[in-house]
């Protein structure tokens, strides 16, 4: 499963989800490229752990993926685009009728319009080079609902029909487009939720996690990020060449159900 001489774009990958995908890239020999929206040190610093660990080229580039010339800039940045990852994402929990607008707008613009804009500038890229891949982080809420969530699971529904459509738009020219949709995995989005639902059952920290969340998971257990990079690098490998237009739940089996 050799990524050499690729070059990977991770939105959203200074934390979580986003940065276990570019470490696994990256640790199957893709150079990579990490985005988030502020310009931190820890960032940068994070680019050069990554090309030390793994001997490859890892930069980071400063982008806000609610600004669709930002998320085009990104890749004219970079210069090459063999792999995308559209993984950026924000969440609120809000009822509907009770939704500030201002958060449903960045929701829909982080989550789904990004990945629009993204794949828009990578695309004469990848079939300039007639090899691409394209991996749209959706969610286990890209295929099911739950409540007060709605600009969340509107934008992951939306997330799987684009990876859907970019699919056909682009099938028998060496590139494919895929959507991974998470269940539950323990990263900083996760654990924002956490406090909240603790005061609104009236639980304990682990009660949250077993009795809320995992609740959901057949499997009982958190995803790692660690799976989730992997299952990227097997949908960028040659093994999934055919794999294309179609969700990959990593989700303990909850969409199962
Ligand atoms: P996270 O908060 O650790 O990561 C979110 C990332 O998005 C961060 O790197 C952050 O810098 C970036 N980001 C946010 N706003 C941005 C902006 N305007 N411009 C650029 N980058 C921005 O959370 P995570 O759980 O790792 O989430 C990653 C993806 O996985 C999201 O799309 C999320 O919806 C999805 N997901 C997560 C879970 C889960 O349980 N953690 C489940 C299903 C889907």
Partial sequence: MSLKGKTAIITGSNSGIGLGIARELARAGADVVLNSFTDRDEDHALARQIATEFGVTARYIQADMSKGDQCRALIQTAGACDILVNNAGIQHVCPIDEFPTEKWDAIIAINLTSAFHTTAAA?????????GRIVNIASAHGLTASPYKSAYIAA???VVGLSKTTALETAG??????AICPGYVLTPLVEAQIPDTMKKYDMGREEVIKKVMLERQPSREFATVEQ???TTVFLCSDAAAQIT?????????????
């Fill in 123 to 131: 695309l004469p890229l990848m079939r300039k080079a007639g090899w």
């Fill in 156 to 158: 992951k529904h939306g």
């Fill in 173 to 178: 020219q060496g590139i494919t487009c895929n």
């Fill in 228 to 230: 989730l990079g992997g």
């Fill in 245 to 257: 237009g179609t969700t990959i739940s990593v989700d303990g089996g909850w969409t199962a159900l």
